[in-house]
């Protein structure tokens, strides 16, 4: 997941975005905005398996005797009402998920696996923390990454519409 984002950032330099044609400059933004998509589906996977692991540790310090029956009933209560993050959020875009998705899922399934996740009742307390400290960590990689590219998006963004406002682009430009 790094590399590729570090790649496609890489490829970004401030300098060169001005000197883009407005052709050019889209297509950037719209793979930009194909990986943010992977990102956010990757992060909305985490925080499910993270919501998942919080509630029956929960569940645990308030000394409750739930059965895994009573936690999958509670589960789309609780899935629903967890929000992270404080950003507007953006409109989803129809796009097929990047490949990293998949390395972002094989990390997900090493740190819970699904076996375990469906019999949560049976970890230790030691381990049921030790899960919810990596996917905490990991959620907040995942959130970094991107953030950091949100500010790539918009960046190139107001790059668009400063072409579009100062008539350097022309909307003759979007039929290419």
């Known amino acids: ?25 889209r297509d950037v933004r719209d793979r930009c905005q194909e990986v943010e998509a992977g990102l956010s589906f990757g992060r909305r996977l985490v925080q499910g ?4 692991v ?13 059965s895994s ?18 950003g507007t959020p953006r409109p989803t875009r129809e796009t097929e998920l990047p490949e990293f998705c998949d390395d972002i899922s094989a990390a997900v399934e090493r740190i819970v696996p699904a076996s375990e996740l469906s019999d949560l009742e049976r970890i230790a307390d030691e381990r049921l923390h030790a899960i919810v400290a990596e996917l905490e960590q990991f959620e907040r990689r995942v959130s ?15 790059e668009i519409v ?12 979007l039929l290419k």
């Open 1 to 25: 997941m790094t590399d590729l984002l570090d790649h496609l950032l890489d490829d970004i330099d401030p300098g060169v975005v001005s000197q883009l044609d407005i052709v050019e400059l």
């Open 49 to 52: 398996r993270l919501d998942i």
């Open 54 to 66: 919080m509630l029956e540790s929960e569940r645990r310090e308030r000394g409750a005797d739930a």
């Open 69 to 86: 029956e009573e936690l999958m009933a509670r589960l789309p209560e609780v899935l629903a009402q967890r929000t992270r993050g404080g």
């Open 144 to 158: 970094a990454k991107r953030q950091e590219l949100h500010r790539v998006i918009d960046d190139l963004q107001e």
């Open 162 to 173: 400063g072409r579009y406002r100062s008539g350097a682009a022309t909307v003759d430009d």
